[in-house]
């Protein structure tokens, strides 16, 4: 079941990011760098206002366009950071074009309400989940913009255009090796912790379909971050092994949350 936002306040600043991304996606070279970094700016600060708005809200709601939302917003973070040391990374058109669509996805799909936590841990568990979504979907980014500069040398196109390709590269693994940290402590909590953290008694690990393709996702990543460090993976095989843990992870909770409460009409 599809289900309204309950926040007009919420409904209205998500409203205002969308517009101010899709503003800074197609109008930021008429509006010069100054003023499309302020309108993108305005967009990510309403943006998080927003995501604050929907899990304060009573009830608190969450699913799997919330969750979208927060990696689109977390990857924006990390644009904004490195676009001011690394001015020629172009990827603001793609990033304010995803920023819109998930800031609108989540009021259209907020979610369903959230029970009272078993443990006081278990939103420190979410938070490592929901960062290591962000940091591979930066290193997917990265990894379409090293794409494209293979492509472009392939061309004989400007070498000194957009960033050099080895930067994107150490950048793309970099954020992939943070992002294994993280989804590695958040697999390792709900082994150790998952009877605290979801108050079932009597089990470590629910075998549930978020589970298994999680446990895919790290064996994927795995597979790419031995490869890279013993065989020299690069290129192409690199990126098709991040492209496939990446739509492994969606699937471990953004997927499945999908099916719940979109196909299936349920919370659970």
Avoid: C, N
Wanted: hydrophobic share 60%.
């Amino acid at each position: 079941m599809i289900l309204a936002s309950a926040s007009p306040a919420g409904l209205l600043l998500a409203l205002g990011a969308a517009l101010a991304y899709a503003l800074t996606a197609v109008a930021a070279p008429r509006l010069g760098a100054g003023p499309a970094r302020l309108v993108l700016l305005s967009a990510w600060l309403m943006h998080a206002v927003t995501l604050g708005l929907g899990l304060a809200g009573t009830p608190a709601r969450f699913g799997f366009a919330p969750a979208l939302s927060i990696t689109a917003w977390l990857v924006l973070t990390v644009y904004a950071v490195e676009s001011h040391v690394l001015p020629e990374l172009k990827a603001r058109w793609a990033l304010s074009a995803l920023g819109a669509a998930a800031v609108l996805l989540a009021q259209v799909f907020p979610g369903t309400a959230l029970q009272p936590v078993a443990s006081s841990w278990l939103p420190l568990h979410w938070a490592l989940g929901i960062a290591s979504y962000g940091l591979f979907a930066a290193a997917v980014i990265h990894a379409g913009l090293m794409t494209r500069a293979e492509k472009q040398i392939r061309l004989a196109a400007d070498p000194h255009s957009g960033v050099p390709l080895l930067t994107l590269e150490r950048l793309t693994f970099r954020f992939v090796g943070a992002g294994f940290v993280l989804l590695t402590a958040t697999l390792l909590a709900g082994w150790f912790f998952g009877e605290h953290l979801y108050g079932a008694a009597g089990t470590r690990w629910k075998w549930d379909h978020k589970t298994v393709f999680s446990v895919l996702s790290w064996l994927t990543f795995a597979t790419l971050l031995i490869g890279r460090a013993r065989f020299g993976w690069r290129g192409r095989r690199a990126v098709r092994f991040l492209y496939a843990g990446t739509v492994l992870l969606l699937l471990a909770y953004a997927g499945s949350r999908f099916v719940l409460e979109v196909i299936l009409g349920r919370s659970t």
